[in-house]
């Protein structure tokens, strides 16, 4: 597994000929010739129908979602902190350049919390508890950011501060949804009761910054994902 995303990583590398040798390695796999972009669009899905079920899949698909570097670490950045970071005005004279400016973290967010939906089965619950916990947070800072009015230079409009927008916006709506699944397959009222006590605290807070968002014009895109019925 940590080959497979070494090279999926390879395809949306910054270096054009690494995402060549990448493609050419991945269409290997796909069995057929296959472009960079397209590679690692059908690499990722063929990663998850092949290993979906496996626990090293599944924990490599939370971490994505939520930044941790795995398998090197567990440790989760709060989404606060993430965003804290994001929104800071870097004036210095020699800024460090980003570890990779080809790959696209919103649609990188978008693929992965798909197949968060798309994934049958339950989740290993540490992760799944972390990864409530951290969208939840996130839900409640952004509902507090959201206070200020946004617009189209708002601070909503920096490009790393979308994208963390869009993953924690995503990803509670995939959880959301998971759960959801999970109440329409138990049958006691116990497991019921339980999945509606998971589910319920996000469904609040994405209503809660949807109608603050609404009032104070939160960028389109990020009004237009809360309101969505599905992911």
Not at 22 to 47: N, R, T, V, Y
Not at 60 to 89: F, G, H, Y
Not at 157 to 169: G, L, M, T
Request: proline fraction near 4%.
């Amino acid at each position: 597994m940590p080959s497979l995303l070494a090279l999926y990583n390879a395809l949306n590398d910054d270096d054009d000929d690494i995402r060549k040798v990448g493609a050419d390695a991945a269409s290997q796999i796909l069995g057929s010739h296959q472009a960079p972009p397209a590679a690692s669009a059908k690499l990722l899905q063929w990663l998850h129908q092949k290993f979906s079920r496996t626990e090293a899949f599944r924990t490599a698909m939370m971490s994505r979602i939520v930044n941790i570097n795995w398998p090197t670490t567990d440790k989760l950045e709060p989404a606060e902190q993430q965003l804290a970071v994001a929104m800071l005005d870097d004036d210095s004279l020699f800024v460090e350049e980003e570890q990779n400016l080809y790959v696209d973290e919103v649609r990188e967010a978008i693929a992965w919390t798909s197949l968060l939906v798309a994934t049958e089965g339950s989740l290993p619950d540490e992760q799944e508890s972390k990864m409530s916990s951290w969208a939840l947070e996130g839900l409640y800072t952004l509902t507090r950011l959201a206070e200020t009015e946004d617009g189209p230079f708002g601070w909503s409009s920096k490009p790393k501060v979308f994208a963390i927008c869009i993953k924690i916006i995503r990803a509670a709506k995939a959880l959301i949804t998971r759960y959801d699944k999970d109440l329409k397959m138990e049958v006691t009222d116990d497991s019921v009761q339980d999945g509606g006590i998971k589910g319920k605290p996000l469904q609040d807070a994405v209503h809660c910054l949807l109608e603050v968002g609404r009032r104070n014009s939160l960028h389109p895109v990020l009004l237009n994902e809360l309101a969505k019925s599905d992911v």
